[in-house]
């Protein structure tokens, strides 16, 4: 955070610069108000008028480009943060999507982005020229700057005070905004089950619920801030009007000329402005340091090390070791000490109950996820050895979920690599191929606008058997080496199935690894191993004919291998001991 605010510091300490002038400027009404009352009124001097108004006016429209200069610079100073920062917090937001930071990121950004070019940076720009008001202040009268400087005491404290009072309740309602906000993505991102299962209010009422906390926190600082923003304008405007009455007692002893009377009521009135706005606009300056801290927490734990070597394209050895992940509350494990080798080119179907930790392990080999605990290699390297984004390359995954986003077919399936200014011919082609290996072409074509077809927000546009098909297809964009394939037929019909299983059969003859986790028998043809996991385990682990003639009844312990013979029933579940049993 620190390197990339240093890049917009030549904007920001131009716009302070700008703000000396601006202040500055300010006392040309004050001058031209002592000049009118002693000069131009006892002389009845036009003329004299005359110049004084023309030189005021250059005066404010100077001063009004200025203030419009350094404000313009304060914009600039965000979009060269927003440039800064915006790509690494997207990069480590999707990296990290666990972390609590991370669903928010953006919007504390925008939070710490809109405040650097708002009001409360204008004041704070402001704030060290009270001093020389003050003592502008003591050079009309010393007893005018005795008012000013007992103001420009009062006013600080009164800000040192609001923020002491409202630090922990903003902070909390940011805390709670952020809940409120992830909890709403969540409800429209699942709006047709919501519909359809009769839940509306129900989620309308534990919305509003949220909402009541966060609203909660942000009304007891608003009306913490808004008594110390009350007690700074009656400090404001009673200085302001007893240093017009200490004006007017002055100049009835002749100790100040009648302009002196208005012109040190301005002077107080401009001296204290700029706490006073400081105190107005203090939530939002604290809402922005909060946010800063945040991210810069965001972005130490997410920082990439230096770039590793370049290491060769993987043959698709997989070798986990004592590979341990901890729950959320890290209380317990989901997957505990697994290990295991597969050899280059092997079809291994993972099988066991629901909450086993199947899809939590290919999500491991996959990259999708690190362990906590051992290492997962990948043709002998450690996975954290390996670039990540040039692994991916090389290996397949299928989610349970497809997640697909909006966009085209073609873009899905080619993983949007046309964002990073590929040759869009090439693109086009390797998202040919890789549905014809997904065996899902002729489904593509058969779709408006084929290829071309627009997905809406969240990848709807598509049938859960379509969406699986295409998300296949992106997984074997590229032909990888490494397929992860985590529950591929679960939407699929007839077709579908025979479809998926002529597909891994054509990667095991390409000498390709396959990991499938799957409860239908209708893989089996095709695989060489079965690893089976019980309670976040690997109880069995070998050649499929074997771990079948301990787990499953006499009529399946046999498989015929090569994919040629006809499959059993797709609609069946792969045995586990307790079906067995």
């Not at 020229?129 to 005491?153: K, M, N, R």
Request: charged share 20%; proline share 6%.
């Amino acid at each position: 955070m620190r390197r990339a605010v240093a890049l917009c510091r030549r904007h920001v300490a131009a716009a302070f610069g700008f703000s000396a002038l601006v202040n500055v400027l300010y006392i040309a009404p004050t001058l031209y108000m002592l000049q009118v009352y002693d000069r131009v009124v006892p002389t009845q001097g036009q003329l004299t008028l005359l110049f004084l108004t023309l030189v005021l006016l250059f005066a404010l429209v100077t001063l009004s480009l200025l203030d419009r200069v350094r404000t313009r610079l304060l914009v600039r100073a965000g979009v060269q943060l927003d440039a800064a920062l915006a790509p690494a917090l997207l990069d480590s937001t999707l990296g990290r999507p666990d972390l609590p930071m991370a669903r928010q990121a953006l919007r504390e950004f925008d939070t710490l982005r809109q405040t650097l070019s708002g009001a409360g940076v204008l004041a704070l720009f402001d704030a060290p020229w009270t001093p020389i008001y003050i003592f502008v202040c003591f050079l009309v009268h010393p007893a005018i700057g005795a008012v000013a400087l007992v103001g420009g005491t009062i006013l600080p404290v009164l800000a040192w005070r609001n923020e002491r009072a409202t630090r922990t309740a903003l902070e909390r309602a940011q805390v709670a905004a952020a809940s409120s906000y992830a909890s709403q993505e969540a409800m429209l991102g699942g709006a047709e089950a919501v519909r359809a299962l009769g839940m509306r209010r129900a989620m309308v009422a534990r919305q509003l619920r949220l909402r009541e906390a966060m609203l909660a926190q942000q009304t007891a600082a608003g009306f913490t801030g808004g008594n110390y923003l009350t007690a700074t304008k009656f400090v404001r405007l009673a200085l302001q009007s007893l240093a017009l009455g200490l004006g007017a007692l002055l100049a009835i002893d002749n100790q100040i000329s009648a302009g002196a009377i208005f012109a040190s009521s301005f002077l107080i009135a401009r001296a204290l402005a700029p706490i006073e706005q400081l105190i107005g606009g203090w939530k939002g300056i604290a809402q922005a340091f909060g946010s800063y801290r945040r991210l810069d927490k965001l972005l130490i734990e997410t920082q990439h090390a230096a770039p590793a070597t370049q290491l060769p394209a993987p043959r698709g050895a997989i070798a986990l070791e004592g590979v341990t992940l901890l729950n959320d509350t890290r209380d317990g494990t989901i997957v505990s000490d697994v290990t295991l080798q597969i050899a280059p080119g092997e079809v291994v179907a993972m099988i066991g109950p629901s909450g086993a930790g199947k899809s939590t392990l290919a999500r491991i080999i996959a990259g999708a996820v690190r362990p906590d605990r051992g290492r997962v290699r990948i043709d002998g390297a450690d996975l954290g050895d390996w670039d990540p984004e040039r692994l991916a390359a090389h290996v397949g995954y299928l989610p349970q979920e497809p997640t697909l986003f909006a966009g085209t077919i073609k873009e899905n399936i080619a993983r949007f690599r046309g964002e990073l200014g590929e040759d869009s011919a090439a693109l086009d082609a390797a998202a040919i191929a890789a549905t014809e290996r997904a065996r899902a072409r002729e489904l593509v074509q058969r779709l408006p606008s084929g290829f071309d077809h627009q997905l809406k927000p969240g990848g709807r546009g598509l049938s859960a058997g379509q969406s699986q098909r295409v998300a296949l297809a992106r997984a074997m964009y590229g032909d990888p080496a490494l397929l992860v394939l985590d529950e591929p037929n679960a939407h699929l019909d007839s077709e579908g199935d025979a479809a998926l299983l002529a597909a891994i059969d054509h990667y095991k003859r390409a000498g390709h690894t396959i990991l499938v986790v799957s409860h239908k028998l209708g893989i089996l043809p095709v695989v060489d191993k079965l690893l089976l996991m019980r309670g976040g385990r690997a109880e069995l682990f070998g050649p499929r004919d074997e771990v079948l003639q301990r787990i499953a009844p006499p009529k399946l312990r046999t498989v015929p291998a090569g994919g040629t013979a006809p499959a059993p029933a797709p609609a069946a579940d792969l045995p586990t001991p307790a079906a067995s049993a």
